[in-house]
């Protein structure tokens, strides 16, 4: 994971806790991660796109993974413009997310 210090940032210990924020509108959707040109991908699955007038909203559950409390992988928005959404989505589909490293905070 890039993020905006580099590979990690310097106060955590390698396998520590850390929460990842990323803006819903910083968010890159694609049917595959190799049609991504971004820093970082993250595997996810469509729950729900939602129209909101002049964009998208994006409900998805990341896969591969759970939260550090040992509950479900969280689940993710991402605002989508029209030219932007990927054709056919459909709920259950797998997806990828990608982003840039400077618009990923990691606290």
Not at 28 to 37: E, G, K, P, V, Y
Not at 60 to 71: C, I, K, M, P
């Amino acid at each position: 994971m890039r993020g905006r210090q580099g590979p990690k940032p310097a106060s955590r210990a390698v396998g520590a806790h850390a929460t990842l924020c990323v803006r819903p509108e910083s968010l890159r959707i694609a049917a595959d991660s190799q049609s991504l040109h971004t820093d970082n991908r993250l595997a996810a699955t469509l729950i729900d796109a939602i129209h909101q007038g002049d964009h998208w909203r994006l409900v998805v559950q990341l896969q591969g993974g759970a939260a550090h409390d040992g509950n479900s992988a969280p689940q993710w928005f991402a605002k989508v413009g029209p030219a932007a959404l990927p054709s056919g989505l459909t709920a259950g589909q797998a997806l990828a997310l990608g982003f840039r490293a400077e618009d990923a905070w990691v606290f």
